[in-house]
């Protein structure tokens, strides 16, 4: 069984299940690319604002989800302005998430765009304790393992909305992948070419060859060395059936998409299909936000806003060094400048090495050697090793390149749990 595909959707005939796309995110190809047309920033605004204005219809109040960061900063105050022209009356609600850890929290943008455009702000202060109550029914609502406990703190945000009487929310989701927002854009600029002569080099560009199509597109991580970190931490007797069952194992996306296309282009394809679809507007997303019957809406994703993003050169997205340049020239004339000028500061929410710090019972025992050993599907020893390696008190992960290994095993734990699946 699998999930249907993005851009899909099933046709029942004589009983036969059939899948069909009826869209996809298609890019110009590279030769075909005006690279000195101009970028109309103002139609970029026009399309922006339209697409706020339509998801501001409803028969409730509509909400706004805050981070402090420029994405959800500049569709509230695009929701401003359009209640300014309307002459509506009453403040609207934001809803934000803050950590008690100030290295990741976002408390003083939030509040600074909230004050700044006369909004009634709605804040929760989130911590490990929020962490450990909240991950068993995040996973529930997921139907998934989790790779992040960032969907805890998704949770908390729509049971917030929930509470304060609200049940649509407008979310920032989308303008990342369309608008060149990861660290990924900047970095393909810099990147070298992989090294033929060496024998890593050329492994390297038949896993791409075979995930991509394309031997030169370099996505997130080396996938040969990630796929033999996997074959260590499975159960032996499962890691010998890797190559059957590891979604590595064939092309990932459509190559006929990537091929040809510029490397901002190939890079904002396979996110979309990737990231946004399955983790973004998912697990940590719609799901999430309906667990607590709170409906989100994503301007960013508006059709005639990929439609601009698409007719843009590739070289105004991430320009002299600065991701989403577009949005940048449009939120200036909505934010103070400290947020139209904000570096993309990532979601992030405390890992599994700080539940493990906390020698939270109910943690040791999903990650309990006993346990492990007894479901076979993880190596019981691999898995001793990481948690000893993730106990040490100086141990971070660095959420943007690195895998928190031991939240996705305990959260497979606790989906096996869930939705009681047996040992192997």
């Not at 710090?357 to 346990?371: F, G, H, K, P, T």
Request: charged residues 25%; proline residues 4%; contains cysteine.
């Amino acid at each position: 069984m699998r999930s249907l595909a993005p851009g899909h959707y099933l046709l029942l005939r004589d009983g036969d299940p059939v899948e069909r796309a009826y869209w996809d995110l298609d890019y110009p190809l590279a030769a075909d690319i005006d690279g000195g047309a101009a970028a109309e920033i103002d139609d970029l605004a026009e399309r922006l604002r339209a697409a706020v204005g339509i998801r501001l219809l409803a028969d409730v109040p509509v909400g706004l989800y805050l981070s402090g960061g420029l994405d959800s900063s500049l569709i509230a105050a695009l929701a401003s302005d359009i209640d300014r022209a309307d002459g509506a009356g009453g403040r609207r609600h934001a809803f934000s998430i803050g950590f008690a850890v100030p290295e990741i929290d976002e408390s003083g943008q939030q509040a600074l765009v909230a004050d700044n455009l006369g909004l009634l702000h709605h804040r929760y202060t989130f911590n490990a304790h929020d962490i450990e109550a909240g991950l068993r029914q995040a996973v529930w609502h997921a139907e998934a393992p989790l790779k992040e406990s960032y969907n805890t703190c998704s949770l908390a945000l729509s049971g917030l909305v929930r509470k304060s009487g609200l049940k649509v929310v407008l979310t920032g989701e989308g303008a990342d992948e369309l608008f060149g927002g990861y660290i990924g854009y900047r970095l393909d600029g810099a990147r070298t070419a992989v090294d033929d002569c060496t024998l890593d080099g050329a492994l390297e560009r038949e896993w791409r060859e075979r995930l991509w199509g394309d031997a030169g597109f370099f996505y997130e991580k080396d996938y040969g060395a990630f796929d033999e970190l996997k074959a260590a931490l499975y159960a032996p007797p499962l890691a010998a059936r890797l190559p059957d069952f590891a979604c590595t194992g064939g092309c990932l996306v459509n190559p006929s998409q990537l091929r040809g296309r510029h490397p901002i282009h190939k890079r904002s394809y396979v996110d979309f299909k990737l990231r946004l679809a399955d983790h973004l507007l998912a697990d940590h997303g719609d799901r999430v936000g309906y667990a607590n019957s709170v409906e989100a809406r994503y301007p960013f994703l508006d059709r005639a806003v990929i439609d601009w993003v698409r007719n843009a050169p590739p070289e105004w997205l991430v320009r002299d060094g600065w991701e989403k340049y577009p949005l940048r020239q449009v939120a200036a004339h909505y934010l103070p400048a400290t947020i139209a000028k904000r570096r993309k500061f990532g979601f992030v929410a405390p890992s599994s090495a700080v539940l493990l710090q906390q020698r939270i019972e109910w943690v040791e025992d999903y990650l309990s050697l006993a346990r492990i050993a007894a479901a076979g599907y993880f190596n019981a020893a691999a898995v001793e090793r990481l948690k000893a390696q993730y106990r040490n008190p100086g141990f971070a992960l660095t959420t943007t390149f690195d895998t928190d290994l031991l939240m996705i095993i305990l959260t497979f734990e606790i989906f096996r749990d869930c939705f009681r699946i047996s040992p192997l």
